[in-house]
C-alpha cells in the first residue's frame, strides 16, 4: 500500500453556525486497520466521515486520506475513497450492473465489465444483477450500494451504520468483506451504535465525545463507560444523513 497513514487528521475543527461539533480533532488510522467509531446522537461521528469523504469542507485543520490532503487534492484523495452511507446513491431506474457500469465508466475502470460482475458477486448480487434496483428490497439495495463503494477498489472505505437495513446474512457478509479488506492492506473507517459488532469488525474503537476522539481500552463496559460519562452536545448538522464522496 501507499506510504504513511491511510488517514491523518490534525487539529480538525467543524462548526455549524455557533456550535462546534469537531474541536481540535487528530486522528491517523494505518493502513490494515478497521476503526470502529462511537458516540452518543450528535456527536459528530458522520460530520467526521462527511469531513473524510470530501463532501463537506472543514473549518480548521489538515486531513489527509492515503496522503493526499483533502483540500488541496481533493479529486485524487476522492479516487482513493469508498463511501457507504445512508442513501445508496443508485439510479433506481437502472439495474445494479448498469449502475456499476455507470460508475466504472466514471472511474475509468478498463475491465469493467468484469470488476462489476465480481463486485456483484462478492455481495450475493448475482441473481439480482439486472433487476431494477426499485424492485428490489432495502436490504438488496444496501447491498449494491456496497458493490459500487468497493468497485474501484480504494484504500479507504468510509461507512456509516453499514449494518443499518442487513439481515443477519447480509451483515455476516459485509464483515467478511471487511476483514478481506484490511488484510489486503486497505484500510477502514466505520460509525455503528451496536457495540458487539463494532468491537466483532473493528481492530480498534473509538469514541466522539466533546468534539474530540478517545480511545478506550478493554472491551463493551469500557466503550459504554467512555459514552455515558461523555459531555452532552446538541445534535449538529448533518448528523442523520452522509453524502458521497466517492466516485463524483
Known amino acids: 500500500m501507499n506510504a504513511g497513514y491511510a488517514i491523518t ?7 455549524y ?6 474541536w481540535n480533532l487528530d486522528l491517523t488510522v494505518p493502513w490494515g486497520e478497521a476503526l470502529a467509531l462511537f458516540g452518543a446522537n450528535g456527536a459528530g461521528k458522520t460530520t467526521l466521515l462527511r469531513i473524510l ?14 496522503g493526499r490532503d483533502l483540500l488541496r487534492q481533493t479529486a ?3 479516487r482513493r475513497i469508498g463511501v457507504v452511507g445512508h442513501r445508496s446513491f443508485l439510479y433506481e431506474d437502472l439495474t445494479p450492473r448498469e449502475n456499476l457500469t455507470y460508475y466504472a465508466r466514471l472511474y475509468g475502470i478498463s475491465d469493467r465489465e468484469a470488476r462489476v460482475t465480481a463486485a456483484l458477486e462478492r455481495v450475493g448480487l448475482g441473481s439480482r444483477a439486472n ?14 450500494a456496497i458493490a459500487r463503494a468497493i468497485l474501484h477498489r480504494p484504500g479507504v472505505l468510509l461507512l456509516d451504520e453499514p449494518e ?4 443477519r446474512d447480509s451483515r455476516r457478509m459485509l464483515g467478511e468483506l471487511l476483514a478481506e479488506w484490511t488484510a489486503a492492506g486497505r484500510s477502514v473507517a466505520f460509525t455503528t451504535h451496536d457495540i458487539e459488532l463494532g468491537l466483532a469488525w473493528g481492530h ?7 468534539g474530540r476522539l478517545a480511545f478506550p481500552g478493554g472491551g463493551a463496559t469500557d466503550i459504554q463507560q467512555a459514552l455515558s460519562s461523555g459531555p452532552s452536545t446538541r445534535p449538529g448538522e448533518g448528523e442523520g444523513r452522509m ?3 466517492g466516485g463524483r
Open 204 to 210: 480498534r474503537a473509538a469514541v466522539l465525545t466533546g
Open 164 to 167: 443499518a437495513g442487513l439481515d
Open 243 to 245: 453524502s458521497d464522496g
Open 53 to 66: 469523504s470530501t463532501s463537506v469542507r472543514p473549518d480548521a485543520g489538515t486531513v489527509r486520506i492515503a
Open 76 to 78: 485524487e484523495a476522492r
Open 9 to 15: 487528521v490534525e487539529g480538525l475543527e467543524k462548526s
Open 131 to 144: 433487476h431494477r434496483v426499485r424492485a428490489l428490497s432495502n436490504g438488496m439495495q444496501k447491498r449494491a
Open 17 to 22: 453556525r455557533d456550535w462546534p461539533v469537531l
